[in-house]
């Protein structure tokens, strides 16, 4: 069964951290590229950051970049987002994704999200 599951999660005032974790089982974690997203009540979906399946590489929204970093350890099956310097436009559900393309597939997996709420 597959399974990603997010936690740390909570509110944190405006200007603070917040570090985010996504657990993963159920499947090879190191052949996977990994992403975080977040959705706003009323807006779309968003990717906030896609860290390779060897975490060589990672890419990141521009209202993100310079604030926001995405890691991940193979060995513990687990993708991280440290948030820093929060605002509350960053209030929203964050979702953990397990991405793997291959000449004849793709996979897309996800979990079941953590709210993050930035207010004072």
């Known amino acids: 069964q597959v399974q990603l599951v997010e936690s740390g999660g909570g509110l944190v005032q405006p200007g603070g951290s917040l570090r985010l974790s996504c657990a993963a089982s159920?499947?090879?974690?190191?052949?996977?590229?990994m992403s975080w997203y977040r959705q706003a009540p009323g807006k779309e979906r968003e990717l906030v950051a896609t860290?390779?399946?060897?975490?060589?590489?990672?890419n990141y929204a521009d209202s993100m970049k310079g604030r926001f970093t995405i890691s991940r350890d193979n060995a513990k099956n687990t993708v991280y987002l440290q948030m820093n310097s929060l605002k509350p436009e960053d209030t929203a559900v964050y979702y953990c994704?397990?991405?793997?393309?291959?000449?004849?597939?793709?996979?897309?997996?996800w979990g079941q999200g953590t709210q993050v709420t930035v207010s004072s």
């Open positions: 994704n397990a991405r793997r393309r291959s000449l004849t597939y793709e996979n897309d997996y």
């Open positions: 860290i390779t399946s060897t975490g060589g590489s990672t």
């Open positions: 159920g499947f090879t974690f190191s052949s996977y590229a």
